[in-house]
């Protein structure tokens, strides 16, 4: 009796084990791995895109109809580029992720940079700096999502100019992000006749801006143009309020954040702050061709996580994960996603023949020779009015 027991139980093991057989996913896997600032300095920026990418990675293991499986391998690299690195390697040799998402910040995207080339995977980067890209001939693995600095300074000086202002003080992050500011704003600002007066910079850490701000004032500049993230770009600008400076204070894409008007409050009111769609998506024509992108987006993002939550950052990631997968559509229908190195190669090649991508945060091109794919048609400048961020026009 027993005996029959156990050979019921063995064919039961056995039907159940048939049903998970029959029931497995037996589609290609795309694997994506992401290194992101969930801690340290740089989680204010990182927070929007870690949400996005937890949406997206619901969403696309919910997707049946998606002819491949998609599996995130994630790590935290504490805004420490060396960790991002650790991270990086491990994604790459341990994890075998086909793509790696990485990193929050300009230094850790740098940092990487030779990895993603030595091991031949494709890297999306979610930093500004356009050194983290140029020249595509060196950087043939890694692409990027967000605004460069060089485009949204371009747009930024043009302002300038406009309003008729021929003076102008720079205050920046001395990190890597700052100087990649730092050497665009020189250059543009130079072509366009912009004179800089005063140059100043700090380190992420700092919380007491007022020397800096102080030697600004002395200079008496038309403008000051703030290349930082937050808390230190709004303490900047508060700083300067404080001292005394009365002139327009402008901020780069790194500073398009809800974290600038909550650490800055009442002194940001007036701040004019480079930014990407979404951040004055509702004022834009509804001809627009990235409107309805971006009202898709926000859609998804506040139906998750709540009204007035989706930010620049989190934008950024629903296209650093979008674009790669479309792209792993054309190397499954090629037949090119069986081998690691093989699928690793062909994505990258797919990832650069994207053309006329409609986004969130604007309308990629890639090529050979540019591995941003944006143009000014992705930029707009806000000015920070009430406490909210408004087209300006």
């Given at each position: 009796?027993?005996?029959?027991?156990?050979?019921?139980?063995?064919?039961?093991?056995?039907?159940?084990?048939?049903?998970?057989?029959?029931?497995?996913?037996?589609r290609?896997?795309?694997?994506?791995?992401?290194?992101?600032?969930?801690?340290?300095?740089?989680?204010?920026?990182?927070?929007?895109?870690?949400?996005?990418?937890?949406?997206?990675?619901?969403?696309?293991?919910?997707?049946?109809e998606?002819?491949?499986?998609?599996?995130?391998?994630?790590?935290?690299?504490?805004?420490?580029?060396?960790?991002?690195?650790?991270?990086?390697?491990?994604?790459i040799?341990?994890?075998?992720?086909?793509?790696?998402?990485?990193?929050?910040?300009?230094?850790?995207?740098?940092?990487?940079?030779?990895?993603v080339?030595?091991?031949?995977?494709?890297n999306?980067?979610?930093?500004?700096?356009?050194?983290?890209?140029?020249?595509?001939?060196?950087?043939?693995?890694?692409?990027?999502?967000?605004?460069?600095?060089?485009?949204?300074?371009?747009?930024?000086?043009?302002?300038?100019?406009?309003?008729?202002?021929?003076?102008?003080?720079?205050?920046?992050?001395?990190?890597?992000?700052?100087?990649?500011?730092?050497?665009?704003?020189?250059?543009?600002?130079?072509?366009?006749?912009?004179?800089?007066?005063?140059?100043?910079?700090?380190?992420?850490?700092?919380?007491?801006?007022?020397?800096?701000?102080?030697?600004?004032?002395?200079?008496?500049?038309?403008?000051?143009?703030?290349?930082?993230?937050?808390?230190?770009?709004?303490?900047?600008?508060?700083?300067?309020?404080?001292?005394?400076?009365?002139?327009?204070?402008?901020h780069?894409?790194?500073?398009?954040?809800?974290?600038?008007?909550?650490?800055?409050?009442?002194?940001?009111?007036?701040?004019?702050?480079?930014?990407?769609?979404?951040?004055?998506?509702?004022?834009?024509?509804?001809?627009?061709?990235?409107?309805?992108?971006?009202?898709?987006?926000?859609?998804?993002?506040?139906?998750?996580?709540?009204?007035g939550?989706?930010?620049?950052?989190?934008?950024?990631?629903?296209?650093?994960?979008?674009?790669p997968?479309?792209a792993?559509?054309?190397?499954?229908?090629?037949?090119?996603?069986?081998?690691?190195?093989?699928?690793?190669?062909a994505?990258?090649?797919?990832?650069?023949?994207?053309?006329?991508?409609?986004?969130?945060?604007?309308?990629?091109?890639?090529?050979?020779?540019?591995?941003?794919?944006?143009?000014?048609?992705?930029?707009?400048?806000?000015?920070?009015?009430?406490?909210?961020?408004?087209?300006?026009?």
């Open positions: 009796m027993l005996g029959i027991k156990r050979s019921a139980a063995a064919l039961s093991l056995a039907g159940l084990a048939l049903a998970h057989a029959a029931n497995a996913d037996t290609p896997e795309l694997r994506i791995g992401v290194v992101s600032s969930m801690t340290g300095g740089a989680s204010a920026i990182a927070a929007g895109a870690v949400a996005t990418i937890n949406l997206m990675q619901e969403r696309l293991g919910q997707d049946a998606l002819p491949f499986r998609v599996t995130f391998v994630k790590y935290d690299d504490g805004s420490d580029p060396a960790r991002a690195v650790n991270a990086a390697r491990k994604l040799q341990e994890d075998r992720v086909h793509l790696v998402i990485c990193c929050t910040t300009t230094p850790a995207s740098l940092a990487v940079n030779k990895v080339e030595e091991e031949k995977t494709p999306l980067s979610l930093a500004s700096a356009a050194a983290v890209i140029e020249p595509a001939d060196q950087h043939r693995f890694t692409f990027k999502t967000p605004l460069t600095d060089r485009l949204m300074i371009v747009r930024t000086v043009d302002y300038l100019r406009s309003k008729g202002y021929r003076t102008v003080a720079f205050m920046g992050l001395e990190d890597s992000y700052g100087e990649g500011g730092w050497v665009e704003f020189q250059r543009i600002a130079g072509e366009k006749g912009m004179k800089i007066v005063s140059a100043e910079r700090f380190a992420r850490g700092d919380t007491n801006f007022t020397p800096q701000a102080m030697r600004v004032v002395r200079q008496k500049p038309d403008a000051v143009y703030v290349h930082a993230i937050p808390p230190s770009s709004a303490l900047a600008h508060e700083s300067l309020r404080r001292v005394g400076f009365g002139g327009e204070i402008l780069g894409a790194g500073s398009s954040t809800a974290a600038l008007i909550a650490v800055g409050k009442k002194a940001i009111e007036g701040a004019v702050v480079g930014t990407a769609a979404l951040t004055v998506y509702r004022q834009l024509p509804a001809s627009h061709p990235i409107k309805p992108v971006v009202e898709r987006f926000v859609g998804l993002y506040e139906g998750k996580y709540g009204a939550k989706a930010d620049l950052f989190a934008a950024q990631a629903y296209d650093t994960v979008n674009i997968v479309a792993y559509r054309q190397v499954v229908a090629a037949g090119k996603a069986s081998g690691l190195a093989q699928a690793r190669l994505l990258r090649d797919a990832i650069e023949q994207t053309r006329e991508y409609v986004g969130v945060t604007g309308i990629y091109n890639y090529s050979p020779q540019d591995h941003l794919g944006l143009d000014g048609r992705s930029t707009f400048l806000a000015i920070v009015r009430n406490g909210k961020f408004e087209l300006l026009k």
